[in-house]
């Protein structure tokens, strides 16, 4: 069971450089979301989908985009990227009701220089 | 608008004996609460969450929660710590309205000394 798939795992970004975090799951789930984890800081919501084509802001989406063009795959968009971006991200899913549990990827720790 | 916090930077506790990780929450609607746990260099995993029905809720690894609405709390707890159980450990709340995204706490991080 491959479950949620995040990649790259490390990455190292200039200032001012934009990537791309991919995240793709494979358990037909409709909710997708992308968190970043600070120290000490817990979790803070990205962008989030409940569907195919539907996207949505969460508390920190300056700096990054979305898209969900299928149910599988969720990337994540950082246009120039600035120090403040150093940090975990995470993807996650869950099933139709949201109210289920989310299911977590590995993490992408990304540092900008 | 929905919120989590964890009042505890560290627990620490001796093996063998019991472990409470506290948890308070506000939302706006009725609350669904989560734990999750996070080793190193891991994802989050989850461990238990209560929905509706009984107060108290039995999870992964022995760990239970206790849901109490007159003081909005969702404290985990364990009859008997193993060292094993070391790890960061997350409260989170959605609710029944809006975008059903999870909120985290701060979280907590549990030593388990042998």
């Known amino acids: 069971n491959a479950g949620v798939t995040q990649t790259p795992k490390f990455r190292i970004l200039k200032i001012g450089q934009s990537m791309t975090l991919q995240c793709t799951q494979d358990?037909?789930?409709?909710?997708m979301y992308w968190y970043r984890q600070d120290p000490g800081m817990g979790l803070k919501l990205i962008y989030y989908?409940?569907?195919?084509?539907?996207?949505d802001k969460g508390e920190v989406p300056n700096g990054y985009n979305v898209s969900r063009s299928t149910t599988e795959d969720f990337p994540l968009r950082l246009e120039l990227a600035a120090p403040s971006q150093t940090s975990v991200y995470f993807c996650?899913?869950?099933?139709?009701?949201?109210?289920?549990?989310?299911?977590f990827g590995q993490g992408t720790r990304l540092t900008v220089v | 608008a929905q919120s989590v916090a964890q009042p505890e930077d560290q627990v620490n506790v001796a093996e063998g004996n019991p472990l409470t990780v506290k948890c308070t929450y506000s939302?706006?609607?009725?609350?669904?609460l989560f734990w999750y746990v996070q080793y190193p260099n891991r994802g989050l995993q989850f461990l238990l969450k209560?929905?509706?029905?009984?107060?108290l809720v039995k999870g992964s690894y022995g760990f239970e929660a206790e849901f109490n609405k007159s003081q909005t709390s969702f404290h985990l707890k364990k009859p008997s710590a193993l060292v094993s159980d070391s790890a960061l450990y997350f409260c989170?709340?959605?609710?029944?309205?809006?975008?059903?995204?999870?909120?985290f706490g701060s979280g907590t991080r549990l030593q388990v000394q042998p």
């Open positions: 939302v706006s609607g009725n609350p669904y």
């Open positions: 989170a709340v959605t609710q029944d309205t809006g975008r059903r995204a999870l909120t």
């Open positions: 209560y929905i509706t029905g009984d107060n």
């Open positions: 996650a899913s869950s099933s139709g009701t949201g109210l289920a549990e989310a299911f």
């Open positions: 989908s409940v569907g195919a084509g539907i996207t």
């Open positions: 358990m037909n789930h409709n909710y």
